[in-house]
């Protein structure tokens, strides 16, 4: 079973594949904390020059948007299946500027597979 760090990088490998939405994140500088609240464990996904980067969240990183929730939560909302992320995305705490939301949502459905 692949763990959150690696279906972040799959969410990445995904949004290089999709030239269409990558167009959503050109000019996009955020990142995105995302934490599971079972282990306390902390990733982030940051949005740069049109790409996406998976890696460690650290404490002196400040996030745009802060994603919580129980890990199975968090891989339904990052496997890449539409109907999966609606379900998820009522259970997980989104917090941050409501266009980044808005915009993160956005990719999220668009990388599906």
């Known amino acids: ?3 959150i760090g690696g279906l972040l990088a799959e969410v990445a490998e995904r949004l290089q594949r999709k030239a269409h939405v990558r167009l959503l ?8 904390g ?4 079972d282990s306390q464990l902390r990733w982030q996904l940051t949005f740069s020059q049109g790409r996406a980067f998976c890696g460690e969240w650290t404490d002196e990183q400040s996030a745009d948007v802060v994603l919580q ?3 199975r939560e968090l891989r339904m909302l990052l ?7 609606t379900s998820a995305k009522q259970h ?4 941050g500027a409501l266009r980044d939301q808005l915009k993160l949502d956005a990719i999220l459905r668009l990388t599906s597979k």
């Open 1 to 3: 079973m692949v763990g």
């Open 25 to 32: 994140t050109t000019g996009w500088e955020r990142r995105i």
């Open 34 to 37: 995302i934490v599971e609240v």
């Open 69 to 71: 929730g129980h890990e």
């Open 79 to 85: 496997e890449g299946d539409e109907l999966l992320y």
């Open 92 to 95: 997980v705490r989104i917090a």
